[in-house]
């Protein structure tokens, strides 16, 4: 059953360093989409992306964050200089042409220190 | 600011019986409805979907839904302990967001 990866599985790093998050969706699917997880609180919408750019963001994601799709597989989330509150579990959806289903991955936790 | 809201519990609720979950949202243009499960430590599974309003069927699951009221529930028959776990309720209108609600806590007591 198509599935979609993340890794790391965990990352740490230390505040003011750069992180990439890697992601790679259903290989048919056409949206994709990365949350965040702080522990114990709410799953958080970040970015959508659809045709190559962004097609919606969240007031969370500031100019300290990009997405990527380098090439046909990959889809990327950077942090460009971590803070402490970055702290959270990351996770990376893809979602088909028939706009229903959403598959997250396992997820990603960084650990900004 | 678009909301999504839940009680976050936790649920208590007997093994074989009714858990009812519920859910409210503020944004009125909201086109469609999601639960997912999440157990501690992994990521979301969607365990339903509802567009229109009115009551989705799938196995043990209900998806219920009113429009006018801004709200959306989930029903599991028959609970079982493997269905203890976080539920998550999502929403997604007119643009490309999907909220999420915090979520609540169910506990199926064996």
């Known amino acids: 059953e198509p599935e979609v990866t993340q890794t790391p599985s965990h990352q740490v790093t230390q505040m003011g360093q750069e992180v990439i998050l890697r992601c790679v969706p259903i290989?048919?699917?056409?949206?994709f989409y990365w949350y965040r997880q702080i522990l114990g609180q709410k799953v958080e919408f970040l970015v959508s992306?659809?045709?190559?750019?962004?097609?919606?963001k969240s007031e969370i994601f500031d100019d300290q964050f990009s997405v990527e799709r380098p090439d046909g597989s990959n889809f990327t989330l950077k942090i460009r200089s971590t803070k402490l509150e970055d702290s959270a579990m990351y996770f990376c959806?893809?979602?088909?042409?028939?706009?229903?289903?959403?598959?997250f991955g396992p997820g990603t936790r960084l650990t900004v220190l | 600011q678009k909301e999504v809201e839940q009680n976050s519990g936790p649920l208590s609720v007997p093994e074989g019986a009714i858990a009812s979950l519920n859910c409210t949202y503020s944004?009125?243009?909201?086109?469609?409805f999601f639960w997912y499960r999440q157990y501690s430590g992994k990521s979301p599974e969607l365990i339903m979907s509802?567009?229109?309003?009115g009551d989705k069927e799938d196995g043990r699951f209900t998806a219920q839904l009113n429009k006018a009221s801004q709200y959306v529930s989930l029903l599991i028959r028959d609970s079982q302990p493997s269905d203890s776990a976080t539920y998550l309720c999502?929403?997604?209108?007119?643009?490309?967001?999907?909220?999420f609600g915090k979520g609540t806590r169910l506990h199926i007591l064996p």
């Open positions: 992306f659809y045709n190559n750019e962004i097609s919606e």
């Open positions: 290989s048919n699917h056409l949206y």
């Open positions: 944004d009125r243009v909201s086109q469609s």
């Open positions: 999502a929403v997604r209108g007119r643009d490309d967001k999907i909220i």
């Open positions: 509802i567009y229109s309003n």
């Open positions: 959806a893809s979602l088909g042409s028939s706009y229903n289903e959403q598959f």
